[in-house]
């Protein structure tokens, strides 16, 4: 085991794989420390900013957590304090540590940083870039995924589900594919191990409805209805 927790000192709070980050110091979750040493190679956003690092031969993302819809127009990015391990920060790297060890492709968990203050915390992530991959979303807005490819997508999605994960997001841009075809599901803020299995079809009917909305969307978007049968093999045959 790796994992390793500390403090900083002044409320600060790091949980961390030691192995991937020995050096690692508070500067490593400041986007103007990145961009100081000319490091951020990209960005991404959604309710915040992600940023893509190099550090040494490393590729890394760095996520702070930020609420969306109406409560993050008032709230931002503080959230209710009720200990370190129900901060979203500590529950998403100790279930991206568990699926992991369960042989699933996701991010590889780097460290997770919690600041308290008083009553309410803030939070960042850092896990490893996926290296030589894009989102399903970019994907799709160029070029049509082959039957086989929409059959490995059910497939990864029944293995998350058989290992009992609940994705509360599961939509088009959580869903990365590598150049060697080999499917990743991303973003498990607000995750969580469930039992049972009615939930497994809200999931499924959540990201369908991301594919409906996306071809809505955008005049070139290859996907059709004729693909759904192709994802469903994959998801019932794993």
């Known amino acids: 085991m790796t994992?390793?927790?500390?403090?900083?000192?002044?409320?600060?709070?790091?949980?961390?794989?030691s192995k991937a980050a020995p050096n690692?110091?508070?500067?490593?979750?400041?986007?103007?420390?990145?961009?100081?040493?000319?490091?951020?190679?990209?960005q991404a956003k959604g309710r915040g900013t992600t940023l893509f690092i190099q550090v040494d031969n490393q590729a890394l993302v760095l996520r702070h957590y930020k609420r969306g819809g109406l409560p993050g127009k008032v709230l931002?990015?503080?959230y209710l304090y009720a200990g370190l391990e129900k901060t979203r920060a500590f529950r998403e790297f100790r279930l991206l540590w568990a699926?992991?060890?369960?042989?699933?492709?996701?991010p590889h968990p780097i460290a997770v940083h919690v600041k308290r203050q008083g009553c309410v915390y803030r939070g960042d992530l850092i896990t490893a870039m996926i290296p030589h991959s894009e989102d399903l979303h970019a994907v799709l807005c160029r070029q049509p995924l082959s039957s086989k490819q929409w059959h490995a997508v059910g497939?990864?999605?029944?293995?998350?589900?058989?290992?009992?994960?609940?994705?509360?997001?599961?939509?088009?841009?959580n869903i990365m594919v590598d150049t060697s075809g080999k499917v990743w599901i991303i973003d498990f803020d607000r995750c969580r191990f469930r039992q049972g299995d009615k939930w497994k079809s809200q999931n499924i009917a959540r990201f369908l409805r991301s594919l409906e909305k996306e071809k809505a969307k955008y005049a070139q978007f290859f996907w059709q209805n004729a693909h759904w049968a192709s994802f469903l093999e994959g998801l019932n045959e794993a």
């Open 3 to 17: 994992i390793k927790q500390i403090s900083m000192g002044n409320g600060h709070y790091v949980m961390m794989d």
């Open 24 to 42: 690692l110091t508070l500067d490593w979750f400041d986007p103007v420390y990145w961009a100081n040493l000319n490091a951020v190679t990209g």
């Open 76 to 78: 931002s990015d503080q």
């Open 99 to 106: 699926m992991r060890e369960q042989g699933l492709c996701v």
């Open 155 to 173: 497939k990864a999605v029944a293995r998350m589900h058989k290992a009992g994960v609940y994705h509360h997001d599961l939509n088009v841009r």
